[in-house]
């Protein structure tokens, strides 16, 4: 009986900790000024851009929403028709991260010229980012395989990271992606 005391005890020291990262780290944010851009291509393949290697973190996709190839006149109607294309299914209907109604929701006022898509970690973040641009439409992972999706192309995207090298990343790091998904709404996902 004495190791169900001392996993409550564990239990309730882990949801402080837990409470105390979320509280301690609400100023914790992407820096855009150390991003990357680029335009979505069938042949772009990041890998001369992102070839870190080994980089644990969380990193965030955005969408430049003055990009000539998005329709509409209004950021709400561009979001609207970017949500509408991203869940159409193509020929080859593929395995995807989709769009989360709840937040597409909230961001259909937002003002700002660069609007979050999608927020993900990885201990390899430049590999994982490199899956979300080409990877094959038939594996099946969550990546968002912009390379295959035909009504993106000529869209212009951002990536940001934030670099978190720590010993219990698996601990820490699924706390602080849930903090930044909260603050950033992005529009795809699968949470």
């Known amino acids: 009986m004495s190791y169900k005391i001392t996993l409550k005890e564990f239990d309730e020291k882990i949801s402080n900790y837990v409470k105390y990262i979320q509280a301690s780290l609400n100023n914790i944010a992407f820096n855009p000024e150390e991003s990357i851009t680029f335009i979505n291509q069938i042949d772009f393949d990041g890998k001369d851009l992102f070839n870190n290697k080994n ?31 991203w869940s159409k299914k193509s020929q080859n209907s593929f395995f995807s991260s989709s769009i989360i109604d709840k937040r597409l929701k909230l961001q259909l ?31 099946h992972t ?31 790091v699924p706390h602080l992606e849930r903090v930044l998904r909260d603050k950033y709404l992005p529009i795809v996902g699968k949470q």
């Open 55 to 85: 980089q644990k973190g969380l990193y965030l996709f955005e969408l430049n929403l003055e990009s000539e190839k998005l329709v509409g006149m209004k950021n709400a109607t561009k979001i609207s028709n970017f949500a509408k294309d």
């Open 109 to 139: 006022d937002f003002k700002e010229q660069w609007l979050p898509v999608y927020i993900g970690k990885s201990k390899d973040m430049d590999k994982r980012i490199k899956e979300h641009l080409s990877l094959p439409p038939d594996k």
């Open 142 to 172: 969550y990546a968002m395989k912009l390379n295959h999706r035909k009504s993106m192309y000529g869209l212009e995207f951002r990536v940001s990271k934030i670099e978190i090298d720590v010993e219990n990343y698996d601990f820490i």
